[in-house]
């Protein structure tokens, strides 16, 4: 294999060209294998890329020192190098060792599948994205590669901290009976799906959220509208005092209510304002029926607003009085605590106090969008989106606690915790994870060992959540985008995988150390990933085009060279491969579903092989060719079944009380007959192979070929 080799015609900054001594008698196939040029002083790493007549082209990959790779080329190799194929024993230097902090990632195709070990350091502890069209094998991909972690027991990753955000479920078979494995290791279902029965139903407390939280829930779209969420949260939390806060909630309506008798409104609109005020918030001394001293009599509160014949309130100067003795100036700077309990009721109610008494709502500059918060908010509570936002528990738990319930509970500590957002639309799930996102970074950043509780946030369809959205113009920032600059060095780690990476924020994709590509065609997502992919060659992109099913391009800081990855299927694998439509057509998936050690008789001679629709059927009237078509419903013939679709005079009640039974034996017919001319004779039963497979065999004991049913002429069905 080494005398192969002439010599070297030329170097350039990235590769050399080498001349065969004899292009005709090549016995092995050189595309795409390693090559190692020594000289006195150096050894380099190459790849062939391409061979032409008797003129191999190699690219430069590494420099060889004292037996280790290390990846980049600043040494080029003298022409008088000797140029040979990589031996045997090299190959592990480029492929990875089974050592300590190292783990099964897949086979290298060029190497007869020999296996290659993933740096877990070099890749866990950065930023990596994983691309690849819909069924290149994504999904499998990095289900496979969560349960090599699991499986690799020098490994033991018990204190792993994976927050999955999927949406469709489809993870829940790979990683469901993760504790087999080892019982020490648990997997963790949440859904916002609660109808399949299965997993946790999602709960985020709305108290753990702030200002930047609830605008992006409320969809908030204009700076004018942060000042009112900031009062909102701060008066909710007041509200939520109860007696603590009394003489500050006082202060707060008694100025509120001053705001409203010194407007330029009417004493009708005044008075309506006023009980607004009382019903968002109201105290001992502030209540529709809170007596007021008069000298020598009483009234109550709201008889204060009464309105004379004059059209102002007959007891102007006592409500006066009593409102303002309530006002005290050094409540102006109260900073109610955080830790506390409220719901988004609350929060309704603290947001109407708002937009009333600031006078949100009569500045024609801030009504719009005043009112627009007011109605999303209601929107929110009145849905089933609200749910989400609830606590079991009705008292107030630490952001550290959430978390804390979160990885453990019921004595399991989870490593995975799987997050379905399968059952809402895309906003909103963009919403709970940006939440989510910001809890974490808020929690890693804080604590007082730097990065001693890892976290890996994995966004499945990534491209709808990590966008470049206007969260930077509206807050200033984008919590991906900031995990993406911050969140590495806190132990926060992000996991992209998408098939779209160009709608991805490109500071993101920017801050990606490994990548995991597997094939993509889309020539906008191609060029996007020349652009925004560090340190990616032409060379490389062209690779990925031809990539097998599960098979991906590989390279980054966990990777020695850029290799050419197969990963094994995951055992169990994510609900995610195709839909089988030749089973379900040819009646497989009904006859599976049917129940089992039911014997299957064939039917009678002359008889349709489908079974009778119970239930009041009619035959088919006689039409006469030349008359016109009959107006009233055409029925079918009581010997062949039909669905609701296909018979209006079967009434709805009819087929909830005699269902019609599945169809166990034959082929069901199902034709839609505009204008037949002649009679047609339909006999649609296949012909099966006795050497078909055995799926085919076990498919062809059930099968009976259907008897020729004639229709008449001119018959719409």
């Known amino acids: 294999r080494d005398s192969m080799f002439d010599k070297i015609i030329y170097i350039g900054d990235q590769g050399a060209e080498i001349k065969l001594k004899d292009s005709e008698n090549i016995a092995i196939n050189l595309m795409n294998l390693h090559l190692i ?11 062939v890329d391409s061979l032409q007549d008797d003129i191999v082209k190699a690219r430069f990959l590494g420099e060889i020192v004292d037996g280790k790779l290390k990846s980049g080329v600043l040494r080029k190799p003298n022409l008088d190098a000797k140029i040979r194929v990589i031996d045997q024993n090299e190959i592990p230097m480029i492929l990875g060792k089974e050592e300590a902090g190292t783990m099964l990632l897949g086979g290298s195709p060029f190497y007869n599948y020999q296996p290659i070990y993933l740096n877990v350091n070099n890749f866990f502890s950065n930023h990596f994205a994983i691309f690849g069209n819909s069924g290149s094998g994504k999904s499998c991909g990095i289900s496979r590669m969560i349960q090599n972690m699991f499986l690799d027991k020098r490994l033991n990753p018990l204190k792993a901290n994976i927050v999955l955000f999927d949406s469709s479920g489809e993870y829940y078979n790979a990683f469901k009976d993760i504790d087999k494995i080892s019982p020490d290791y648990h997997y963790r279902f949440i859904t916002t799906n609660e109808t399949e029965g299965k997993g946790e139903p999602l709960r985020l407390p709305v108290y753990l959220l702030k200002e930047d939280d609830i605008a992006l829930l409320l969809q908030a779209t204009s700076h004018t509208q942060l000042p009112i969420i900031e009062r909102m949260l701060k008066l909710t939390r007041i509200f939520a005092q ?8 006082n202060h707060l309506i008694a100025k509120a209510l001053m705001t409203i008798i010194y407007s330029n409104e009417t004493s009708a609109h005044k008075r309506d304002e006023a009980f607004s005020i009382l019903a968002s918030c109201s105290t001992e001394e502030f209540n529709l029926e809170a007596p007021v001293q008069g000298i020598g009599y009483v009234r109550k509160f709201r008889e204060c607003f009464a309105i004379d014949s004059h059209g102002q309130f007959s007891e102007s100067v006592l409500l006066v009085e009593y409102v303002s003795k309530f006002i005290h100036q050094e409540y102006d700077n109260y900073d109610p605590p955080i830790d506390c309990y409220y719901t988004l009721e609350d929060m309704e109610k603290a947001l109407n106090f708002t937009l009333i008494s600031e006078g949100w709502l009569r500045n024609e500059q801030t009504y719009g969008d005043a009112v627009t918060l007011r109605v999303r908010l209601h929107s929110l509570i009145t849905s089933g989106r609200s749910k989400y936002f609830s606590s079991e528990t009705n008292q107030y738990m630490p952001l550290e606690t959430f978390l804390s319930n979160l990885i453990i509970s019921n004595g399991k500590k989870y490593q995975i915790i799987n997050i379905n957002l399968d059952d809402v639309d895309d906003d909103f799930a963009k919403v709970i994870t940006k ?31 990590i966008q470049n959205d206007t969260d930077r113009f509206l807050l200033g920032y984008n919590i991906f985008d ?16 998408s098939q779209r990476p160009v709608e991805l924020s490109d500071t993101v994709i920017s801050q990606c150390s490994n990548f995991l590509i597997f094939k993509i065609n889309h020539p906008v997502d191609v060029d996007y990933i020349k652009k925004m992919v560090p340190n990616i060659s032409e060379e490389l992109v062209e690779k990925q085009k031809t990539l097998q099913s599960g098979t991906c391009l590989g390279f980054g800081n966990a990777f020695q060279i850029p290799l050419i990855v197969k990963l094994e299927m995951p055992d169990p694998v994510p609900l995610s491969g195709n839909c089988d439509v030749v089973r379900i057509w040819n009646g497989d998936a009904l006859r599976q579903q049917a129940p089992t050690g039911t014997p299957v008789t064939p039917p009678p001679a002359g008889q349709p092989t489908m079974q009778p629709q119970q239930g009041n059927v009619s035959p088919i009237p006689e039409v006469s060719k030349e008359g016109p078509l009959p107006t009233t419903p055409v029925q079918a013939p009581s010997n062949i079944s039909v669905t609701s679709q296909e018979s209006s005079a079967v009434s709805q009640e009819e087929i909830s009380q005699n269902p019609i039974p599945e169809v166990t034996v034959g082929q069901e017919v199902q034709t839609s007959i505009s204008r037949m001319e002649s009679t047609i004779p339909i006999n649609t039963a296949p012909t099966l192979d006795p050497n078909n497979s055995a799926e085919e065999a076990t498919s062809q004991e059930v099968v009976t070929p259907i008897p020729e049913v004639t229709f008449p002429e001119d018959i719409t069905q």
């Open 37 to 47: 040029f020594e000289d006195d002083t150096k050894t380099i790493l190459g790849e």
């Open 242 to 249: 109860d007696d603590k806060a009394k003489n500050y909630k």
């Open 435 to 465: 939440i989510f996102s910001r809890l974490l970074f808020e929690f890693t950043k804080g604590l007082k060992a730097r990065a001693s509780i890892p976290f890996h946030i994995l966004v499945e369809e990534a491209h709808r959540y």
């Open 482 to 497: 900031r995990i993406a600059k911050e969140g590495r060095k806190y132990g926060l780690i992000l996991g992209l995988i």
